[in-house]
C-alpha cells in the first residue's frame, strides 16, 4: 500500500463526511461491488429456497443471518480499489475462501448484533490480526469515540433496506392493471399465504436480495470510510503525503543551494535574534497596541452600524385562563371564536383578492377590461382640416333632420355634420376601428372591406362632397341635397340610437 | 499476453482524485468550498422533523378536541401548515436549517452557495410528493445515492444543496517551543501541513510523530531524534509569535 497511489483525497473528514466517501467510492466501481455481492449471495438465496420450498420465511431468515459473511468480498474490493488496483472478478472469487474463513463463527453469533459490524469489518479483515492483538488493535481504534457513526449508520440501514424493499413491492403493486382481477385482501395476507401464494413468498426474498445489492455494497463501503477516516486521523496520511512531496521537491535540483543555504544559516550566529529585539523598543507599534487599535476601529462605523429601531409589539400575554375551560369549554364562546375567525379568515381572502386585483390592475384593464354598453366614448376627432366643425361637439339626435335645416344656411356645416355621424356609426354600428391617424382614403378602404353596397355608395358619396368642400372649397351642389339625405336616412333610419 | 500490461488500468490515474468537496467558482475567481451532505446525515435530519412535527400535531389534536367542529377546523389548518410549509418556513427564514437540519449541522443552499429562497424551498419541498414515490421515498433515496452531490429529485429540480454547515473550529494550540528559522521557502500547501502537524499532535502517537517527522529530517538537515522539536519550531515560526 502506497498513499501516493490513492484514487482519493485522504484528509480528516467529519464522521459523516467519511460515509459520504465510502458513498462515492462504492459508486465509482458501482457495477463490480453489486457483482462482488450478488455472485455468492444470490446462488445461496435460490439453494435456500429449494431447501425449504414450503417455508419462505425461514429461507429469508437464515439468508439474513448470513448477510455479515456477504460483506466481505466487497469490502476485499473497496480496499484494493481505493489504491488503484481494481481486481478482476476471478481473483475476487478466488479471495472469497479466504475472506470467508476469518472468524466467521464470532461474526454469526457475538457480532451479529453488533451495530457497528460495518468499522469491525476492515480491522478484522484488512489488518490481519487475530486474537489479542485484534482486541486491543479494536480498541484503539474504538477509543475516543473514534466509531462514532458507525451505530447510526446501522440503523439508517436498516430502515432504508425497509424502505426500498417496501418500495418495490409498491412498484410492482401499482404496475398490476386493475383489470388484472388481483385482490388482495390484507387481512389474510397477515394470517399467512396458502399453499398457492407461495411463489408470491419467494419472489419477495426475491425482491429483498435485489435491495440488498444495491444497498450492502454502499454500506460496506459507508463502513470502510469510517475506518479509513479513523486511521486517517490517527496516523495523519495526509501529513505524511504532504511531507513526502515536500522532501521530493527539496531534495530535487533546488536541493544543492538549500545545502548551502542551510550551512550558510546554520554557520552565521543569527545577528537579528542575538539584539534585543527591535519591536519592545517602540512600544506602539507593539502586537497588544496594534490589536488595541484594530478592535477600536473595527468598532466604529464603517465596520459597525449602530442601529436603534423602536417599533410596536404585543404586551405581555394575558394570563392564560382557559384552565378550567379545558375541560368543559362553554359552547357560546366556542361560537363566538368560531364566527370572529371565520370573519377573520373570509376578510383575509378578500384583501388577498384586492391585493391581486390592485397588483394585476393594468393587466386587467388591458385583456379583460370590457366598455360599459351605454357609455359612448366621444368619437375622434374627423380627419382631415376640421375646419368647419357641427356646432356641438354632441352629435343632436336626429343627424338627419338638423342637417336639412343646416343645408341652406350652411351646407359645409351640414356636410360636416353627416360625415361626423358616418363615421360615429360606422364605429359604433359596424364596429370599424378607427382612429385618428385614419385619412378619409383608409376610411372608404375599410368600408369597402365590409361589402355593403348601399353603406360604400352613401360613403363615397359623402366623402367625395365632403372633401370637395373641405379641401377645395366647393359647397355641394343643392340638387344632392335630398338623394344624400334620403340615402343617408335609409342607411340610418331617423335618430341616433337606432 | 495483454491481460497484465493491462492491470495498473489507465482509466484511474486519468480519473480526477475522489473527494468529498464541491468547488464553486466566484466570478472574482475565488473557489469556494462546500461539503455536499450524503444520505445518513440527511435521513437523520429527515427523522428528527417528522418527530417534531408529529408531536405539534398530536399535541394540537389533544388541546383542539374539545373545541367540537372549531377544533377540527382549526386542526385542519394546522395540518396544512405543518405538512406543507414546515419546511420552508425554517429552510427560507433559519439559514436553510430547519431544526433536524440543525442538530445534524445541515443546511439548505443554492448551487452556487448563496442562501436558499423562496422558489427554490417551495420547489424542493413540493417535490417531496415525487421523491417519497413509491413508498417511503424510494426515488429519493435512489437519486441521493447516485447523484455525486447526493441531490434528491426535489434538489435537482429546485437547484439546492445540503451542505454540512461550517462550524466554527476553536483556535488550536501549539506546543510551547521557541520559534526557529525557515530553512526553505514553502508553498501554501506545504506551510498547511506543517502546522496541521503541530497542531494535531495530541492526536498523534510519539512513535508515529517521529516517524512523520523523520520523513523531513533529511531536508531539514537535523538528525532524526531532533527532526520533530525542529518542525515544530517552524510551526512556531510559521503562526507567528503569540
Not at chain 1, 436498516?158 to 401499482?174: I, P, Q, R, T, V
Not at chain 1, 548551502?260 to 507593539?286: E, K, R
Not at chain 1, 502586537?287 to 468598532?299: F, K, N, P, S, V
Amino acid at each position: 500500500m502506497r498513499l501516493s497511489d490513492s484514487v482519493a483525497v485522504l484528509r480528516p473528514r467529519s464522521h459523516w463526511e467519511a460515509m459520504d466517501f465510502g458513498v462515492l467510492l462504492a459508486r465509482r466501481h458501482a457495477g463490480l461491488l453489486m457483482l462482488a455481492w450478488a455472485l455468492p449471495a444470490l446462488p445461496l438465496l435460490a439453494l435456500l429456497g429449494l431447501l425449504f420450498p414450503e417455508s419462505p420465511g425461514w429461507a429469508l431468515l437464515i439468508f439474513w443471518w448470513l448477510k455479515p459473511l456477504g460483506e466481505r468480498l466487497p469490502l476485499f474490493v473497496l480496499s484494493r480499489v481505493l489504491f488503484g488496483e481494481t481486481p478482476r472478478l476471478g481473483e475476487c472469487l478466488r479471495a472469497l475462501p479466504g475472506l470467508l474463513r476469518a472468524e466467521w463463527l464470532t461474526s454469526l453469533t457475538r457480532r451479529r448484533f453488533s451495530p457497528t459490524r460495518s468499522f469491525d469489518l476492515p480491522v478484522l479483515l484488512l489488518e490481519g490480526l487475530t486474537g489479542k492483538e485484534l482486541q486491543q488493535r479494536r480498541a484503539v481504534l474504538a477509543a475516543n469515540r473514534g466509531k462514532r457513526g458507525a451505530g447510526w449508520l446501522t440503523l439508517v440501514g436498516l430502515h432504508l433496506e425497509l424502505a426500498l424493499w417496501l418500495g418495490l413491492l409498491a412498484f410492482l403493486y401499482m404496475l398490476l392493471p386493475p383489470q388484472a382481477g388481483i385482490e388482495f385482501d390484507w387481512l389474510r395476507l397477515l394470517e399467512g399465504p396458502p399453499r398457492e401464494r407461495l411463489w408470491l413468498e419467494h419472489l419477495t426474498n426475491g425482491l429483498y436480495a435485489l435491495v440488498l445489492m444495491v444497498w450492502e455494497p454502499l454500506y460496506v463501503a459507508c463502513g470502510f470510510g469510517l475506518y479509513l477516516n479513523r486511521r486517517v486521523n490517527l496516523e495523519a496520511w495526509d501529513l505524511e503525503m504532504a511531507f513526502q512531496r515536500l522532501r521530493r521537491r527539496l531534495g530535487g535540483v533546488a536541493g544543492v543551494l538549500l545545502l548551502a543555504a542551510g550551512l550558510l544559516l546554520a554557520q552565521l550566529p543569527g545577528p537579528a535574534l542575538a539584539q534585543p529585539p527591535v519591536p519592545q523598543a517602540s512600544p506602539p507599534l507593539g502586537r497588544q497596541a496594534a490589536r488595541a487599535d484594530i478592535r477600536t476601529l473595527l468598532g466604529q462605523p464603517p465596520f459597525r452600524q449602530r442601529e436603534e429601531i423602536i417599533r410596536w409589539r404585543l404586551g405581555d400575554p394575558p394570563l392564560a385562563t382557559d384552565g378550567g375551560s379545558r375541560t368543559a369549554v362553554p359552547a357560546d364562546l366556542v361560537q363566538r371564536l368560531a364566527r370572529t375567525l371565520e370573519a377573520l379568515l373570509w376578510l383575509a381572502v378578500g384583501a388577498g383578492a384586492l391585493v391581486l386585483a390592485w397588483r394585476y390592475r393594468d393587466w386587467l384593464a388591458a385583456f379583460a377590461g370590457r366598455r360599459a354598453p351605454g357609455t359612448r366614448r366621444t368619437p375622434a376627432a374627423a380627419p382631415g382640416r376640421s375646419t368647419p366643425r357641427p356646432a356641438s361637439p354632441v352629435p343632436p339626435s336626429d343627424i338627419a333632420a338638423e342637417a336639412e335645416r343646416l343645408w341652406n344656411d350652411a351646407p359645409g356645416q351640414a356636410l360636416a355634420l353627416l360625415y361626423r355621424g358616418l363615421l360615429e356609426r360606422l364605429r359604433e354600428d359596424y364596429r370599424l376601428p378607427l382612429n385618428e391617424a385614419d385619412t378619409e382614403g383608409d376610411i372608404l378602404r375599410r368600408v369597402r372591406r365590409l361589402e355593403r353596397d348601399d353603406l360604400q355608395h352613401l360613403a363615397e358619396t359623402l366623402t367625395r362632397h365632403w372633401r370637395n368642400f373641405a379641401y377645395g372649397g366647393h359647397p355641394p351642389p343643392a340638387d344632392q341635397k335630398d338623394g344624400l339625405l334620403a340615402a343617408w336616412r335609409a342607411q340610418f333610419g331617423g335618430g341616433s340610437t337606432a | 499476453m495483454p491481460a497484465p500490461l493491462a492491470k495498473p488500468s489507465a482509466d484511474t490515474f486519468r480519473q480526477p482524485l475522489l473527494d468529498t468537496r464541491h468547488l464553486v467558482e466566484t466570478p472574482e475567481g475565488i473557489d469556494l468550498v462546500l461539503h455536499p451532505a450524503g444520505l445518513v446525515p440527511r435521513a437523520l435530519a429527515f427523522a428528527v422533523d417528522l418527530t417534531i412535527r408529529g408531536t405539534i400535531l398530536l399535541l394540537a389534536f389533544l388541546a383542539l378536541g374539545p373545541f367540537g367542529e372549531l377544533g377540527m377546523g382549526l386542526a385542519s389548518l394546522l395540518f396544512f401548515l405543518v405538512t406543507w410549509w414546515y419546511m420552508v418556513l425554517f429552510e427560507v427564514l433559519n439559514q436553510g436549517c430547519t431544526p433536524g437540519k440543525q442538530l445534524l449541522g445541515l443546511q439548505v443552499v443554492h448551487d452556487d452557495g448563496t442562501p436558499v429562497g423562496w422558489a427554490a424551498s417551495l420547489t424542493r419541498n413540493l417535490l417531496r410528493v415525487v421523491d417519497l414515490l413509491p413508498f417511503g421515498y424510494t426515488l429519493g433515496i435512489l437519486s441521493c445515492l447516485a447523484h455525486p452531490t447526493f441531490k434528491r429529485l426535489g434538489d435537482l429540480a429546485a437547484g439546492t444543496l445540503v451542505i454540512y454547515r461550517e462550524r466554527p473550529q476553536p483556535r488550536p494550540s501549539l506546543p510551547e517551543i521557541d520559534a526557529q528559522p525557515l530553512p526553505f521557502a514553502p508553498q501554501a500547501d506545504e506551510r498547511r501541513a506543517l502546522l496541521a502537524f503541530a497542531e494535531r499532535q495530541a492526536g498523534l502517537s510519539a512513535g508515529r510523530r517521529r516517524e512523520l517527522a523523520g520523513i523531513l529530517a533529511g531536508p531539514l538537515r537535523v538528525p532524526e531524534e531532533q527532526a520533530e522539536a525542529r518542525l515544530l519550531g517552524i510551526a512556531r515560526e510559521l503562526m507567528g509569535p503569540p
